[in-house]
T-cell receptor
Framework: GAGVSQSPRYKVTKRGQDVALRCDPI?????LYWYRQALGQGPEFLTY????????KSGLPNDRFSAERPEGSISTLTIQRTEQRDSAMYRC??????????????FGQGTRLTVV | SQKIEQNSEALNIQEGKTATLTCNYT??????LQWYRQDPGRGPVFLLL?????KEKRKERLKVTFDTTLKQSLFHITASQPADSATYLC?????????FGAGTRLAVHP
């Protein structure tokens, strides 16, 4: 597709379960970003990749959160032992070039995660 | 800490008027700022990028200014239309990532 694709769109999981959220960036985009967005707030940075290398994971809340992009394209954000406070919209974005100083980010529709 | 702040109160204006949204930053001077539009249930969509040495950038009915003395960026929509109603996000670029403000919701009434 032409845009950033995320799946699933909605995920309801029980507390303590692991979840994997998938992001398929725009073809050829070098950088991929994960954000989390609470209602009424702006996106909160989690982590980002250039190609397959994770460049910055300073925004990951704790060690239950991890992300990978093994072939420099599709990325997976994994949350282990989910907790209710993990409920949020998780958004993926990609950019054509490294460095958002000069280029824009394209966002996907997001995955709405609900932990019950 | 380096903060980027937007007015959390919604802005209500009449169709045809100019909407002005504010983005303030503290404790640093970003070299670049980006503005995004976000509609309910959708991801942010890029609108404009401005560099600190540009002072002003225009795109159709949109205008962004960057005042490094006031540590402020203003986002203007001229001849506003109900279709402009959305949340507008300001973001600074730092270390190759975007750091967003909370956004300001704009409502344009017919």
């Amino acid at each position: 597709g032409a845009g950033v694709s995320q799946s699933p769109r909605y995920k309801v999981t029980k507390r303590g379960q692991d979840v994997a959220l998938r992001c398929d960036p725009i073809s050829g985009h070098v950088s991929l970003y994960w954000y989390r967005q609470a209602l009424g707030q702006g996106p909160e940075f989690l982590t980002y990749f250039n190609y397959e290398a994770q460049q910055d994971k300073s925004g990951l809340p704790n060690d239950r959160f991890s992300a990978e992009r093994p072939e420099g394209s599709i990325s997976t954000l994994t949350i282990q032992r989910t907790e209710q406070r993990d409920s949020a919209m998780y958004r993926c974005a990609s950019s054509l070039e490294q460095g958002l100083q000069v280029t824009e980010a394209f966002f996907g529709q997001g995955t709405r995660l609900t932990v019950v | 800490s380096q903060k980027i702040e937007q007015n959390s109160e919604a802005l209500n204006i009449q169709e045809g008027k100019t909407a002005t949204l504010t983005c303030n930053y503290t404790n640093y001077s970003p070299a670049y700022l980006q503005w995004y539009r976000q509609d309910p249930g959708r991801g942010p969509v890029f609108l404009l990028l401005i560099r600190e040495n540009e002072k002003e950038k225009r795109k159709e009915r949109l205008k962004v200014t960057f005042d490094t003395t006031l540590k402020q960026s203003l986002f203007h929509i001229t001849a506003s239309q109900p279709a402009d109603s959305a949340t507008y996000l300001c973001a600074r670029t730092g270390y190759n990532k975007l750091i967003f403000g909370a956004g300001t919701r704009l409502a344009v009434h017919p």
